[in-house]
């Protein structure tokens, strides 16, 4: 088995790799790097891993965490400004589209006479 034959075995023993190439983190190159100069040793791979087995009780403790640290009242004043841009863009929509119909309902125009100047 060659090299390469190796890391794609190595990386479907690892799912969680997919994750942080998928967020843009790291490429598929540079973990075939680290896996080129370090095979499987768990120094080099240890960062990338999770070490917590129940990572549903982890994730929803770290989001318990994170959701401390939000200032609702902030969070409120920025829901406020654009629910007040959203109600700005559908009022200029709403106006444009009624000076289209109002503009279609006075039917055809004449068009004025070209003047002519200069013996054209």
Do not use: C
């Not at 088995?1 to 598929?28: C, I, Q, R, T």
């Not at 896996?35 to 770290?62: L, M, R």
């Amino acid at each position: 088995m060659n090299k390469k034959d190796a890391f794609k075995l190595f990386a479907s023993k690892h799912p969680e790799l997919v994750s942080y190439v998928s967020s843009g983190d790291m490429s598929w190159q540079k973990f075939y790097e680290i896996y080129d100069i370090y095979g499987e040793s768990e120094d080099a791979w240890s960062s990338y891993f999770h070490q917590n087995t129940d990572n549903t009780v982890s994730s929803v403790g770290g989001l318990a965490d994170k959701f401390k640290n939000f200032d609702m009242n902030s969070i409120q004043e920025h829901i406020k400004t654009a629910q007040k841009a959203l109600n700005l863009v559908e009022e200029l929509t709403t106006k444009s589209s009624e000076n289209i119909t109002n503009l279609a309902s006075k039917g055809p125009q004449i068009p004025r006479p070209l003047n002519k100047f200069f013996e054209d």
